[in-house]
């Protein structure tokens, strides 16, 4: 039976037997419990478009505002679709809706409207968003089977910042969307959360409002089909109007900042880092005993100190927590990063008998740091560990690393990462966590008949459990491939002679 009169509210839609029927939800302020779209907005501009693109969305959000609210929905929409777009470049937009935006549209999820959508066999989003930026997010984590959304304008591979016809997909335009994928098959339950988009609902066999009021608590994300585990992108909050000015007006200072702190830290000797840090407002927070300095005139071979990784500056703050530098090795950091640098970097060559010779050798000479995971995870998760450290010694200390950032993330898979330090470094009070755990007994290493990867797994979830973490088997490779579409791995540059001519 068709929609008629007022829809009912969506707590009185049964979840039950619905397996096969198909629901057709609407986007902002029904499937997620914000109705306001200018967060994921800003989150396109900021992170494909950098921070005056960001400045230009919040002078142009009053005019969209005012058009939304005094003339239509889709005049304001339109006004944001054109700040945010107009000039970028389509895989740009692709590519932070990929790998930002799943993270923020999945932290807002409607708990009921999310209830009966996931009990549903056939699932349709009918949004006034452009479809560019939340099909991946709808497909990928919400299992979407179809999605309906805004088109937009392209021209040689940027968006113009207009729409493709029908326009903005509002009031009567979602029916007929709705129309032209359905035809004569009537779904059975259509979600909405305003006045227009009861046209689309009426289609329905079943319509239900999703209320505004009272506030609820969204989706945890265990709730979801598929976990988040990789995200990108520089911005730890979804950037509300408010929380973008504070962005924009804090980043020349953040700027600043970060330079001071850089500086301290590469300048001055480690062991008056900490305190230095504390006076710039850089938290460094220690647990645990850590082990005295390997002595070399008494023969004694350095320790390997077995490190989670959450960014390049973790064997830096663990430096900075023991007092003296500490070398470490790395497969790819930018030029910029080893510049400024406090600590001795060596370039692994992802070739495993020269690595091991490389890493054998560092450890003759002292203490040595070292990630296994290969590569930084910002969720709660440790992802696999290599095995080759503990081929090499069985003098292993593992050490939890935590750190606490309230503005901007100090990692990126698809930016420049020269500018990670900076990005840490910019946030008005950053903090790190590094803990100390017991060093690994005789009779758990290789020495002692164990496998490297028996000791890799092992040290694995022992720094899992002292963070309350989760051990997963996914590798750099996996998380490349989520965030950036490829491998993860950096193609050397060839030399060239300096009395080689190029031409083109």
Known sequence: MAVSGFPSSVEKCSSIGREKHTVVADMDGTLLRGRSSFPYFALVAFEAGGILRLLFLLLASPIAGLLYYLVSE??????????????????????????????????????????????CGKRCVLTANPRIMVEAFLKD?????????????????????????????????????????????????GLGDRQTD????????????????????????????????????RLVRKPAPLMALLIILWTPIGFFLACLRIAAGALLPMSTVYYAFWALGVRVIVKGTPPPAAKKSTGQTGVLFVCSHRTLLDPIFLSVALGRPIPTVTYSVSRLSEIISPIKAVRLSRDRATDASTIKKLLEEGDLAMCPEGTTCREPFLLRFSALFAELTDELVPVAMVNRMSMFHGTTARGWKGMDPFYFFMNPCPAYEVTFLNKLPMELTCGSGKSSH???????????????????????????????????????????????????
């Open 74 to 119: 889709s005049a304001g929409i339109q006004v944001l679709i054109f700040a945010s777009f107009v000039g970028l470049r389509v895989t740009d937009i692709e590519s932070v809706a990929r790998a930002v935006l799943p993270k923020f549209y999945a932290s807002d999820l409607h708990p009921e409207s999310w209830r009966v959508f996931s009990s």
């Open 141 to 189: 984590f919400l299992a979407a089977d179809l999605v309906v959304g805004t088109e937009i304008a392209t021209y040689k591979g940027r968006a113009t910042g207009l729409v493709r016809d029908p326009g903005v997909l509002v009031g009567n335009k979602k029916a007929d969307a709705l129309l032209k994928a359905f035809g004569e098959t009537q779904p059975e339950i």
């Open 198 to 233: 009861i046209p689309f609902m009426a289609l329905c066999k079943e319509g239900y409002l999703v209320p505004s009021k009272p506030e609820v608590k969204a989706v945890t994300c265990d709730k979801l089909p598929k976990p988040i585990i990789f995200h990108d992108g």
């Open 454 to 504: 028996e000791v890799a797994n092992y040290i694995q979830r022992v720094i899992a459990a002292t963070l309350s973490y989760e051990s997963t088997r996914f590798t750099r490779k996996d998380k490349y491939r989520d965030l950036a579409g490829n491998d993860g791995t950096v193609v050397e540059k060839p030399f060239i002679k300096p009395n080689k001519v190029m031409g083109c």
